[in-house]
Every structure is written in C-alpha cells, then in structure tokens.
C-alpha cells in the first residue's frame, strides 16, 4: 500500500537524481560529484553569491556557503563522501573485476565473474568420475582401443557435440540480449531522470519548496530501482545520506514496490508545482499544463523502465529448455572419459575438468 511521505528532515535534504543513479552503476569520487552539481545547477541557472565558487574546483565548504539558496545542492554535497562511500564498498566487486575491453591477460586469468560458486557441485562430481575412471583404466586396462571406440566418437562428435552446440549458442545470444536490454533500459532511468531534474529546475522555480521535493523522489526511485532489482533485503540509510532523512528511508523499504512509491511521491510534488490557482492568467495556466504533461510523461518512462527490469529479473529461461541443456552436458561431461580416456591417459582428469569449467553455469 502507498501512504503518504511523512515530512522531511531539515538536517537531510535532497538530492539530484542522477549522480545518485550513476553512483549505483559505477564509482565517484566525492569531488566529482561536486563540480557535476555545480556545473547543472550553474548552467540551469543557479547563480553563486560569489565567483570563487566556480574557479578551478571548489571545496566542499565554499560550495554549501555559496549556493545557500539552494539546500538540494547544499545537501547532496554535505553528505556526498558518505553516500559515495558507501556504494563505492557496495559495488567494489563490480568496480575491481577487469572489463571485457581490459585486455587478454586479464580476462583469461580471472576467477571472479566466472561464478564458480554454482558450478563447484556438479564440477567436483564429473571431475571425481573422471579420475575414478582414470584410475581404473591404469590399473585394470578396461581394453577400451580406437577401433571399438570409432563408432561411439563419430556419434559423440556429431550427435551430442552438435546438439549442444545449439543449445549453447541460443543460451549465450539471449543471456547478451538480456544484458543489453537491462543496459538500456538503466539508460533510460538516468538519461529521463536528468531531464527530468532539468526540467524542474528551470520551470520549477516559483515553488522551490516542492520542485526540491520532487527532485528528492526521483532521485530516490533511481536507488530504490536499484535496490529492489537486487532484492536487497534492507536499504541502508547511508546510501541515500543527503536524498532521504532516516525515517523516509525505512518508510520507503516497508512499501512493497519501492520505485512505485517514490514515483507517486514524485508525482505528488509535480502536482503542488505546477498547481493552477484562480488568480493565474490564462497563458501561465495552459503553460503550466502542458509542462505538467511533459513531465508526466517523462516520469512514465522511467516507471516502464524499472518495469522491464522487473521482467528481465522474474522471466529466467524456460524450465524445458534449461533441462535439455543440462542433461545434454551432463552426458556429454560424462562421456569424455570413456571415449577419449584411453588416448588421453592421466591427462583425462585436468581435461575434463577444464572442458567441465568452460561450460560455466551452463551446467
């Protein structure tokens, strides 16, 4: 159930939605996200009371000093080393794992992101079998020889291997299609959010107040998204220090769709900014619609988009297919050491293994 947004903290304002977004993605350091405050708010029109401000790169101090009027700004930047902290040890493992444009030695020498967590089990299974039957062989000569062993390798080679070639192949072309589209699909919360944000401040100026509110939720939704696609079973207040006060914080994580909830925040706001009373001309008035609608609409988008996170999330491969595939491997897997085993010697066990650990999670 959405309920209302109790009020804000005075000592925890907002914060702009995309440096919080991009934060979750990749690491900031703290004086970046400085100088990328200052250059939107400079360049929407946020005037310091002071040009020391914008001269080379400003301390954290001279920052808040000189943009009083706006405390979003003055908020993000007061707390921007603990929340940049905390996302930067949030996502270390992400941040430390090599590129897949770092190069040849580092992406064939690497152990982390190849999940060998999920394939230790089924690996140590076909590996033992593998040196069991490596064994036997040595020491009771199982009489395996290349003449009986011609018909089960030309089925081996063409039946099986070609199989799971298939199989393999559409499995690695979805699971890209899948990284891509979850890729775009972020893009689009980042990119709609920072117009969103433009927009805000520039159209939003007769009520600071509420545009400030507004800019504090959809900053919010970007981390929630975040969160809630992780399935994070808490969401630590430090990683929205200067966006949420505490308690928003953990009435945001009781909501059971999180994003919902900061966009119908966000949505609330909107509706104060661009509110249309009596008194208002008839231009201002139709003016103020029609920029109500755009934002609407832009706020649509990112609301669609975290809906198709959701969707890549909860819609794993089908179970039949999955099935087929790791029945196929195991065969396969298992098969190894009796139609080469005898040609390979005690090199069936390192070669299992290894063919075993390229499968990956396949299996």
């Not at 934060?23 to 004086?31: D, E, G, L, N, V």
């Not at 007061?78 to 190069?103: A, H, I, N, V």
């Not at 190849?114 to 299974?125: E, K, N, V």
């Not at 794993?316 to 085993?341: A, C, D, K």
Request: glycine share 6%.
């Amino acid at each position: 159930m959405i309920s209302e947004s109790e009020p804000r903290e005075a000592d925890e304002p907002s914060s702009r939605s995309q440096h919080s977004s991009k934060s979750s993605q990749h690491s900031r350091k703290s004086h970046h996200g400085i100088d990328a405050a200052v250059h939107v708010l400079v360049k929407q029109g946020a005037r310091p009371h002071t040009d020391a401000s914008i001269l080379g790169r400003p301390s954290r101090k001279v920052v808040v000093e000189c943009y009083e009027d706006f405390p979003l700004l003055q908020s993000m930047i007061k707390y921007e080393e603990l929340r940049s902290k905390f996302l930067d040890d949030e996502g270390k493992c992400q941040q430390r794992c090599p590129k897949s444009t770092s190069g040849w030695v580092r992406t064939l020498f690497i152990g982390k992101g190849r999940a060998l967590d999920w394939i230790f089990f089924p690996w140590f299974f076909i590996v033992l079998h593998a040196s069991i039957f490596a064994v036997v062989d040595h020491f009771y000569a199982l009489g395996f020889t290349n003449n009986s062993l011609d018909d089960w390798r030309t089925l081996f080679t063409f039946a099986l291997n070609a199989t799971l070639g298939f199989l393999l192949v559409f499995r690695l072309n979805r699971a890209a299609a899948r990284f891509w589209t979850a890729r775009e699909l972020w893009g689009t919360v980042v990119g709609v959010s920072r117009n969103l944000v433009s927009s805000l401040l520039v159209h939003g100026e007769h009520d600071p107040s509420n545009r400030d509110e507004a800019i504090r939720w959809i900053a919010a939704f970007a981390l929630a998204t975040k969160d809630f696609i992780r399935g994070e079973a808490e969401y630590s207040p430090d990683g929205y220090a200067g966006i949420l006060s505490k308690s928003q914080v953990q009435l945001l994580e009781r909501n059971n769709h999180p994003p919902l909830y900061a966009a119908f925040q966000t949505r609330r706001h909107l509706k104060k900014v661009f509110a249309i009373p009596e008194e208002l001309s008839t231009a201002t008035a139709i003016a103020r619609a029609q920029q109500m609608h755009l934002l609407e609409t832009s706020l649509d988008k990112v609301v669609v988009a975290c809906g198709g996170l959701e969707r890549i999330k909860g819609t794993p491969l089908p179970l039949v297919y999955v099935s087929h595939l790791r029945t196929f491997l195991l065969i396969n897997l298992l098969l190894l050491p009796y139609v080469f085993g005898s040609d390979w010697g005690w090199y069936t066990i390192p070669l299992v293994a290894a063919a075993c650990k390229c499968c990956g999670r396949t299996i």
